[in-house]
């Protein structure tokens, strides 16, 4: 059974940065893409981006393009998301998901992880 955990977050000012690991195990198959999403209560989840161990990245959210950034570590099975200039609008829990088809972990349907609170003050 994947578990994924992860680690990371916290409290931040307006342009400040913080980043996230996704530590994965259990994963039996090659083809396993992590990604992240977040959610606001109350509000729907949002796909942000997602990696596959052939560091093919897909990126599912238009506002954070240029200010996050996905990476893994193949060998440990961990997943970063590095983020920068946060805005207070970034403030969500953030999750980390697992799914074994890239085309498909958009939808979210896989393994996740606990979540983690990411709070951006103004």
């Known amino acids: 059974q994947v578990q994924l955990v992860e680690s990371g977050g916290g409290l931040v000012q307006a342009g400040g940065s913080l980043r996230l690991s996704c530590a994965a195990s259990?994963?039996?198959?090659?083809?396993?893409?992590i990604g992240w999403f977040r959610q606001v209560p109350g509000q729907t989840r949002e796909p942000l981006v997602c990696i596959d161990r052939s560091d093919r990245i897909r990126y599912y959210s238009d506002p954070v393009k240029g200010r996050f950034t996905i990476s893994r570590d193949s060998a440990r099975d961990i997943v970063y998301l590095q983020m920068d200039n946060l805005k207070p609008e970034d403030t969500a829990v953030y999750y980390c998901a697992g799914e074994r088809d890239l085309n498909s972990w958009y939808l979210l349907l896989g393994d996740w992880g606990q979540g983690t609170q990411v709070t951006v003050s103004s």
């Open positions: 259990g994963i039996t198959s090659y083809d396993y893409t």
